[in-house]
Nanobody, 117 residues
Framework: QVQLVESGGGLVQAGGSLRLSCAAS????????MGWYRQVPGKSRDLVAT???????AYADSVKGRFTISRDNAKNTVYLQMNSLKPEDTSVYYC???????????WGKGTLVTVSS
């Protein structure tokens, strides 16, 4: 089992920046993908960005050029640097980790990001 704990959410004005962190309780030894998703009430949970254990990244079109995902394997932590925030980025952001060897999928409890106009 892997526990994921997000931090770094909060209230920011449009155009501002936030950095989210997600700490995993242990290392996933094999190939894995960690990522960030977001969800507003009544809507689906959507991909924001992912990063593989090999360092490959992927982004939703809506955040390309504004958000950057990174990971520090020594700290079992993945980050999401969010710049040029827009009101439409307001959401609960969830951390996700997928253990590809065992097909296990883990989620954090989420952190709220609110962008005011």
């Amino acid at each position: 089992q892997v526990q994921l704990v997000e931090s770094g959410g909060g209230l920011v004005q449009a155009g501002g920046s936030l950095r989210l962190s997600c700490a995993a309780s242990r290392t996933i030894a094999g190939p894995n993908v960690m990522g960030w998703y977001r969800q507003v009430p009544g809507k689906s949970r959507d991909l924001v960005a992912t990063i593989s254990s090999a360092g490959y990244t992927a982004y939703a079109d809506s955040v390309k050029g504004r958000f950057t995902i990174s990971r520090d394997n020594a700290k079992n932590t993945v980050y999401l640097q969010m710049n040029s925030l827009k009101p439409e980025d307001t959401s609960v952001y969830y951390c996700n980790a997928v253990d590809l060897d065992y097909a296990m999928d883990y989620w954090g409890k989420g952190t709220l990001v609110t962008v005011s106009s």
